[in-house]
């Protein structure tokens, strides 16, 4: 595959950004198998955002030649309360996250954080290392790479997160980082941090973030306001109603869909739009919505700014869009549930 090929795939979206792209023209041109990697908290149930869309940007980069990683972060996990921070838990639902991104990414490497500790023997000398070019209040300043702020309840291993996350980076060996934009902040600590310890510093790749189902709340977790509402709004695994499972049924995505966030005429901010652009028009060439003849007919949109415009317009209803976003995305997860039919996990 040639250059041009390789960086459309792995520009494409969801992809948002990359940090830099002359660093990533110079890697491609001198490394035939980059090393890359997506490091994950071991959470809830999977849904659109945590393994389609996220699977999506893997599978681009194992099509571009990469040699893809994903870390499931158990410590990572047990340090941000996550699962209880029962070990037993977390090590059950890692098996079920290597299933489904086996599945869905074949040919992706899984590495567990434990096994990383425990066979790189050097880890926390390296992580000392990094802590010494540090101040508390810079850790303190990334926290929202974990959903916290420095204002939060935090215990004393929360502040050692990112500094771990960091080292984590490096002992992989990375030659590119792989993240939604919610974890942003680190891959800069990287690129500010890595070069006074004369580390590798990697190209960094940023996707967007599917946004939940419910309208959109603005937490205020940081100083920039566009930020803080896609993080705040972003499809999560603590809230059911917002989010579309790789388990769900047809009925339950059809359900979650018709109660969706969806204003008329309104695109910005809208997440029935955004999941036709970034998972349903990934899939498929053409987005076809029936409806009858007194209502304007069938009508099929080969792309997304077409679409777009249309429904600003308010050419389109917004019970068309739902209910044909759920036929869409009952064909989509359907292949993956079945995968795990009778062996949900229980969290």
């Given at each position: 595959m040639?250059?041009?090929s390789?960086l ?10 990359i ?65 209880e921070?029962n ?40 992580f000392?290392?990094f802590?010494?070019?540090?101040t ?68 960094s ?29 972003k ?7 917002g ?105």
């Open positions: 040639d250059l041009e390789r459309s795939l792995i520009t494409s979206e969801p992809t948002e950004e940090v830099t792209m002359n660093e990533l023209k110079n890697l491609l041109q001198t490394t035939s198998r980059p090393k890359h990697y997506i490091g994950l908290e071991i959470s809830g149930k999977l849904h659109l955002g945590s393994l389609i869309l996220t699977g999506f940007k893997i599978n681009d980069l194992i099509k571009a030649n990469f040699n893809t990683t994903i870390f499931l972060a158990d410590w990572h996990t047990f340090i941000n309360n996550k699962l921070g070990w037993d838990k977390i090590n059950e639902i890692s098996k079920y996250y290597s299933d489904a991104f086996r599945f869905f990414c074949p040919g992706v490497n899984i590495v567990l954080g434990t096994t990383l500790y425990d066979e790189y023997k050097e880890y926390w000398k390296k000392m290392q802590c010494k070019h540090i508390l209040s810079r850790i303190t300043r990334s926290l929202t790479i974990m959903g916290r702020s420095g204002n939060d309840q935090l215990d004393f291993s929360q502040f050692l997160y990112p500094a771990m996350q960091s080292t984590d980076i490096h002992a992989l060996d990375l030659d590119l980082v792989h993240s939604g934009t919610d974890q942003r902040k680190i891959h800069m600590l990287v690129r500010e941090i890595f070069p006074k310890l004369k580390w590798k510093v990697p190209v790749l940023h996707h967007h973030l599917l946004p939940g189902l419910l309208e959109p709340v603005q937490l205020g977790l940081t100083e920039n306001s566009a930020e803080d509402l896609q993080i705040s709004s499809m999560s695994k603590s809230k059911p109603m989010g579309i499972f790789i388990h769900d049924d047809d009925k339950t995505i059809e359900t979650k869909i018709k109660k969706s966030f969806c204003p008329i005429g309104v695109s910005e901010n809208n997440p029935i739009l955004e999941i036709i652009r970034y998972i349903i028009f990934h899939n498929y060439k053409e987005f076809i919505i029936e409806r009858p003849s007194k209502y304007g007919g069938t009508i099929s949109y080969s792309n997304y700014v077409d679409l777009k415009q249309d429904y600003e317009k308010q050419n389109v209803h917004p019970q068309d869009l739902k209910e044909t976003t759920s036929k869409y995305l009952c064909k989509i997860i359907e292949p993956i549930r079945d995968h795990f039919k009778d062996r949900e996990p229980v969290f």
